[in-house]
């Protein structure tokens, strides 16, 4: 049936199909109205079919049901010649569910208007699913170079075609801060837009002089959380403390170290990389960070919120008279575990708002909060430690699932950072380490894959990073692959793939070919060409 990702198990039955036409019904089980909403819409806009609710007491002709004896996430799908039933364990996975019978309608039923309005066939068979991973994530950098609403939005509808459910949504840095806080306007006025940026590589120095930045407004945030949250996709924010704190220090310089550094000169940051311009570690600090961080719980009802703590230069608070008292006053041994006090102080300060806190593997440092999640991105090793520790874990490393890092070996790929990470490399990760045992490995509640938008200013750049790849990566975080990369069948994935492919070029995504870059990315000028001053291969 060439689905992606791939189910637990699927039968096609050729004499069972199912033909829809304008008398075919559409009726969803009381909870259900929600994805029978968006299945209408979605199928009605791509068909030109009405999908009418079923008279009382008739049967439908496709049908969404519930089933309390399966998982939450899990669904069935049964097509027959007369109906089709959805079952599911509930809201997620009846719309789960929904993809996949989206999925089974071909190509065109991903455009936004009918090419015919005859021949809908739904092929008949069952299909069985449930997911491996309760995270499966995205993380998406709208800090470096700010997206668009709209097409945050558009990105959400990708992730539900891909079962994915966590937008890790990164909103502040060195480079821009992108919420609005309504007690702390300048970190909008000032810290939403810096002078210029960087293109390509830091070592060539290179800079656009063209102003860049904007934010989302709490009411836009309230926005991409509702149209999450009716494709099953929890937002997690993800504020930057106590690094990555320029743009927030040019808004307000009395965050800043300023026994150290003239933080009145500052300006939001137009280099790529880490800043050394970090958060002070005094009581008033704190105070702001909390009244950021209590009007995100207004916005964001997320269980989890993540603070970052990564990347967190030590040398102005080694240098800074106030941080010096500060960690003699607390007792503690070093800068180190003067982080980790910062780190714990948000984790106690969550967990009383009834939050988990999540960090990046650097929050390992010093010692672990004590309710902290860990995002492990060095590699494994932070999720390992994590993990055998107690602490769920996300795993992301950067060797694997970093997908602004390029496609392919040749000089012809834009911005070649980072390591190189095919489709098949990608479909190869497995993000549980077998160096666990079964009790830590059950901490690993999920995986995620990153897009970090240095050389990325816009969601066409979006597009050819992410694709195909995240159609791996989410058959990786969705489906019950061998635990063994190698026994992985790739040559069925890109099978598969070339079909979903398709699917893709209805949904009017700009993948990377795989044939190569795009002639459009390889024209000079395009962001960060020609490269210069690019790093050795790795």
């Known amino acids: 049936m060439d689905l992606i990702p791939a189910p637990l198990s699927s039968v096609r039955l050729a004499d069972q199909d199912l033909l829809l036409d304008q008398d075919t ?5 009381p909870g259900l109205e929600p994805v029978e909403q968006w299945l209408r819409t979605a199928l009605t806009a791509a068909t030109g079919l009405a999908l009418r609710p079923a008279p009382p007491g008739s049967a439908a002709g496709v049908e969404l049901a519930l089933d309390d004896t399966l998982d939450a996430e899990a669904y069935r799908i049964s097509v027959r010649a007369d109906r089709a039933v959805v079952t599911a364990g509930g809201p997620a996975g009846a719309l789960w569910g929904a993809q996949t019978l989206r999925q089974l309608l071909g190509p065109d039923a991903y455009r936004r208007a009918p090419l015919r309005r005859t021949g809908w066939v739904l092929p008949g068979g069952d299909v069985e699913d449930a997911p491996r ?31 994915l459910n966590v937008l890790h949504l990164h909103l502040t840095d060195d480079q821009g801060w992108r919420i609005e806080i309504k007690r702390y306007p300048r970190l909008t006025e000032a810290g ?3 002078e210029r940026s960087m293109t390509g590589y830091r070592a060539g120095q290179r800079r656009d002089d063209r102003p860049h930045g904007g934010f989302y407004t709490q009411d836009d945030l309230r926005e991409i959380v509702a149209y999450a949250a009716q494709r099953q996709i929890t937002v997690v924010p993800e504020i930057e403390l106590p690094g990555h704190a320029q743009a927030a220090v040019a808004a307000y310089p009395e965050l ?16 790529w990389g880490v800043s050394p311009n970090v958060f002070n570690v005094s009581d008033g600090t704190l105070r702001f960070l909390e009244g950021v961080l209590e009007e995100v719980l207004e916005i964001f009802p997320s269980e989890y919120v993540h603070i970052g703590g990564d990347e967190c230069p030590k040398e102005q608070w080694r240098a800074s008279a106030a941080a010096q008292a500060r960690i003699k006053e607390l007792g503690l041994a070093d800068e180190d575990e003067l982080q980790s006090w910062f780190v714990r102080h948000f984790d106690g300060w969550l967990a009383e708002r009834g939050r988990r806190l999540v960090g990046w593997d650097e929050i390992l440092e010093g010692g672990l909060a004590p309710g902290a999640t860990v995002s492990s991105w060095r590699g494994y090793g932070g999720g390992v430690a994590a993990a055998q520790a107690g602490h769920d874990v996300v795993m992301c490393p950067e060797q694997h699932v970093y997908l602004d890092h390029r496609q392919g070996p040749g000089d012809d790929e834009p911005i070649p950072v980072g390591w190189v990470r095919s489709l098949e490399d990608v479909y190869r990760f497995e993000p549980v380490p077998a160096e666990l045992d079964e009790v830590a490995a059950r901490h690993v509640i ?12 816009s969601a066409r750049d979006i597009d050819y990073r992410a694709f195909p790849r995240l159609a791996a990566f989410a058959e990786v975080a969705w489906s019950r692959l061998p635990a063994d990369p190698a026994a992985r069948d790739y040559a069925g994935f890109e099978r598969r793939m070339t079909a979903h492919l398709a699917r893709l070029d209805a949904l009017g995504v700009e993948y990377r070919p795989a044939a190569g870059p795009h002639p459009w990315q390889q024209w000079p000028g395009v962001l960060g060409r ?4 690019a790093p050795p291969r790795v």
Not at 25 to 29: C, E, M, P, V
Not at 259 to 271: I, M, Q
């Open 192 to 194: 939403s837009w810096r």
């Open 25 to 29: 019904t559409l009726t969803a089980a």
């Open 530 to 533: 020609p490269i210069e001053g």
């Open 256 to 271: 800043g170290n300023g026994d150290v550094v003239d933080t009145a000169a500052l300006g939001v940051w137009t280099d």
């Open 446 to 457: 999920g995986t995620q894959a990153n897009l970090w938008t240095e050389f990325m200013d």
């Open 133 to 163: 991973f309760a995270w499966r994530g995205v993380l998406l950098d709208v800090s470096r170079h700010f997206l668009p609403k709209s097409d945050v939005l558009r990105f959400l509808d990708l992730m539900a075609v891909h079962k």
